[in-house]
Every structure is written in C-alpha cells, then in structure tokens.
Nanobody, 123 residues
Framework: QVHLVESGGGLVQAGGSLRLSCAAS????????MGWFRQAPGKERELVAA????????YYADSVKGRSTISRDNAKKTVYLQMNNLKLEDTAVYYC????????????????WGQGTQVTVSS
C-alpha cells in the first residue's frame, strides 16, 4: 500500500505558476512510477505528466508539454509538478498516483491515488 498526499494547489491568475507536491508513505517509493492526473468538471480524468521510478523517463500530455515539469526526490519520497504559464483550461482537481510499472505514460497502470488538490486559474 502507498499513501499519497497532494499539496500546493490554489487560485492563480492566467500566466502564473504553481508547484504541486505529492508526499508518499508506505511501500518503497523508489519502486514506483509516479503520475499526475487531472479532472475538470464534466471531463474525464487525464494523465498529464509521469515519471519513472528512477526519474530517468518522463511523459507529458500535449496539453501541458513545454509548460510543465515533473520531478521526484526519492530521498524525500516526494514528486513535484511545476506548472508555468497556466491557462484557464488547466483548472481541475489534480491527483497524484503511483504505479509499479515501466509504462509511465499508460494511465491504467496506476494503482494508488491521493485525494487531490484543486487548481483554479482565473482570468
């Protein structure tokens, strides 16, 4: 079992930046790929960024590519999502997830989920 807790969400103006954090506890964090998902009202949950267990491989959805950076600190058992140049369409609940997988860009590979953190981008 992996327990995940997200933080760092909030209200930000368009064009601004946020850094989301996800702290893990439980099983060995460094064994798991980590992903950031988001779900906007009325929309399906989508995988926006992911990173392999070692940090050597990353995945970004086209919607955030070039504006976001995922990173991890295995010693701190934490994964981060730095989001820049935020757009109105980035408004969503952001979830952190863990999966024992090498296929970091495959959404169904993630088994453990945090409770989510709200990101709201205003004009």
């Amino acid at each position: 079992q992996v327990h995940l807790v997200e933080s760092g969400g909030g209200l930000v103006q368009a064009g601004g930046s946020l850094r989301l954090s996800c702290a893990a506890s439980g099983r060995t964090f460094s064994n798991y790929a980590m992903g950031w998902f988001r779900q906007a009202p009325g929309k399906e949950r989508e995988l926006v960024a992911a990173i392999s267990s070692s940090g050597g491989s990353t995945y970004y959805a086209d919607s955030v590519k070039g504006r976001s950076t995922i990173s991890r600190d295995n010693a701190k058992k934490t994964v981060y999502l730095q989001m820049n140049n935020l757009k109105l369409e980035d408004t969503a609940v952001y979830y952190c997830a863990a999966g024992a997988t090498r296929r970091v860009g495959v959404a169904r590979e993630y088994d453990y989920w945090g409770q989510g953190t709200q990101v709201t981008v205003s004009s």
